[in-house]
Nanobody, 122 residues
Framework: QVQLAESGGGSVQVGGSLRLSCAASEYPASIYCMAWFRQAPGKEREGVARISHFGTTRYADSVKGRFTISRGNAANTLYLQMNSLKLEDTAMYYC????????????????WGQGTQVTVSS
């Protein structure tokens, strides 16, 4: 079992930056993909960014050029650097991991964190 814990959320003004972190309880070599999802009130959860075991990254069009996903040197930490934040980035952000595949579908991921709230205000 992989346990994930997000941190780094908070309140920021439009145009500001935040860095989210996700710590895995362990780093099995078998983790293939880690991702960030977000869910705004009244909306479905959506994939934001993902990174494979090989370091391949993908981003949702809505965050491309503003967000950067990366893994820490310890390999069991995932980051999401969020720059030029917009009002529409307000959401609960979740870290997810899977042992076999990558994707932006919720159903792909077997392991989820509890989420960290990001609020962007004008």
């Amino acid at each position: 079992q992989v346990q994930l814990a997000e941190s780094g959320g908070g309140s920021v003004q439009v145009g500001g930056s935040l860095r989210l972190s996700c710590a895995a309880s362990e780093y099995p070599a078998s983790i293939y993909c880690m991702a960030w999802f977000r869910q705004a009130p009244g909306k479905e959860r959506e994939g934001v960014a993902r990174i494979s075991h090989f370091g391949t990254t993908r981003y949702a069009d809505s965050v491309k050029g503003r967000f950067t996903i990366s893994r820490g040197n310890a390999a069991n930490t995932l980051y999401l650097q969020m720059n030029s934040l917009k009002l529409e980035d307000t959401a609960m952000y979740y870290c997810a991991a899977d042992l076999a595949v990558c994707g932006f579908e919720e159903s792909v991921y077997d392991y989820w964190g509890q989420g960290t709230q990001v609020t962007v205000s004008s």
